[in-house]
């Protein structure tokens, strides 16, 4: 049995395919493609003589006229970059690991006596993972990359907005300041992020694009330092972030147009987000980020979690997972400066929410009970209770149901009873 690799194209029209067998890769025209009917994993031969997926979407490459393939040479070295310093560089060839710079190693290999390449390939692969979202399969197609590892992180250099690493391939030579100019600039891709339509008449493939590399299940755009989300599924980010404004609470600011909810990015070249899904493994721990903190002697930081999760629980959140909440870092030093803002609220002010928020994006739900964390902490901040006493629901209301706002009313009377009590 063999496995396609990539159905290879010219001019549009497939004309062959890569195959992966016990020998390594083997190319073979369109004409070979019935002998192999009835003997490959992820496809199958069609009535026309052409090739299907069976299984997922295959990548695809277009051949210049020469015959070779425009996506490049096949990529021997992965280096993880921070700006322009080299940090860590895998090859692909000899499974080897150098390490250039264990100062601005990754928070997930800091605290690595030995760097695996295991544990190099693994924060690469997390970097890139973003299959799950909606219309990223159009984002690949437009962006001609497939679901090709390889091919993505080329054409993106595993590029994002929260922080100053990048990834280079050694088909590439660009710089940091290259990136930065270049980085989600490409309106037109902003478009098919949100809408899944693609218009062949336009440019998708210029610019860098940090779609490729952010995380989270509901569809999204990047451009002019916001995070742009369709109003039907993101509008409950807009009184999440109200409601915090008026307890001083740090949310990412929100902005409503006609038809979408904009967050602003909390993050610049100074400043970075490290996500507690990744802080975990610098702290070798499977537990809450807040029991970490604690060992750490960080009383600012403690506080500023506690505050998290109470407004966490204020406004109802079933999905304060590993992804949606971090660190905020000092991107020269490494210090951690604060927690993150609060952050991505499309499903707060869950009807009916009974006090728990998951803490993992994928597998088997571990939950957290905000009510009892709410009950536990809110005697340390006055300041909250004092101010649920005066809370202005007028413009709240108008994006709550009727249930939703009674449920809001019902845990800032909670929470206010549980401050009084000793």
Not at 80 to 105: F, P, S, Y
Not at 124 to 137: C, F, G, K, V
Not at 145 to 164: L, Q
Not at 261 to 272: G, L, M, R, Y
Request: aromatic share 8%.
């Amino acid at each position: 049995m063999f496995v396609v690799k990539h159905l290879l194209k010219r001019d549009g029209v497939i004309v062959g395919a890569e195959l992966m067998t016990p020998d390594g890769i083997e190319v073979i025209t369109r004409s070979d493609f019935p002998k192999y009917k009835d003997n490959l994993t992820n496809a199958m031969v069609i009535s026309d003589g052409g090739i299907r997926a069976t299984k997922r979407y295959i990548a695809e490459r277009e051949l210049l006229s020469n015959g070779e393939q425009s996506m490049g040479k096949p990529i021997s070295k992965y280096t993880i970059m921070h700006e322009n310093i080299e940090v860590v560089t895998l090859n692909k060839a000899t499974d080897g690991v150098t390490v250039h710079n264990r100062k601005h190693l990754p928070f997930a290999l800091r605290s690595l006596e030995n760097i695996s390449s295991v544990a190099v390939f693994e924060w690469i692969a997390n970097r890139i993972e973003s299959t799950d979202r909606q219309y990223m399969n159009m984002i690949y197609l437009a962006r001609k990359v497939g679901r090709d590892r390889d091919n993505i992180i080329s054409d993106s250099s595993g590029i994002s907005f929260s922080d100053n690493f990048w990834i280079k391939t050694s088909d590439i030579t660009i710089t940091w300041e290259n990136l930065l100019e270049m980085r989600d600039t490409n309106s037109n891709l902003s478009a098919v992020a949100l809408t899944g339509k693609i218009d062949t008449n336009k440019d998708y493939l210029s610019g860098k694009s940090s779609l490729l590399t952010v995380k989270g299940h509901f569809k999204k755009a990047i451009g002019g330092g916001f995070i742009i989300k369709m109003r039907e599924d993101a509008i409950l980010e807009y009184p999440a972030h109200l409601l915090g404004k008026q307890l001083d609470i740090p949310t990412a600011l929100c902005e409503l147009t006609k038809n979408t909810v904009k967050i602003k990015i909390f993050t610049d070249n100074e400043k970075s987000l490290v996500h507690a899904s990744e802080l975990k493994k610098y702290y070798f721990t499977t537990g809450e980020i807040y029991n970490e903190i604690i060992h750490i002697n960080r009383p600012d930081l403690i506080s500023e979690l506690q505050r998290m999760y109470i407004f966490n629980y204020l406004i109802g959140n079933p999905d304060l997972h590993d992804e949606n909440m971090g660190m905020i870092y000092d991107s020269r030093t490494f210090e951690l400066l604060s927690v993150s803002p609060c952050y991505d609220h499309n499903m707060a002010f869950q009807e009916g929410f009974n006090g728990a928020t998951r803490t993992k994006p994928k597998g088997t739900p571990e939950l957290v009970e905000l009510d009892d964390l709410t009950q536990m902490f809110i005697s340390r901040h006055p300041d909250i209770a004092e101010k649920l006493k005066t809370i202005d629901y007028s413009e709240i209301s108008k994006y709550l149901s009727e249930r939703q706002l009674s449920e809001l009313e019902e845990r800032i009377a909670n929470t206010i009873k549980w401050a009084k009590t000793p």
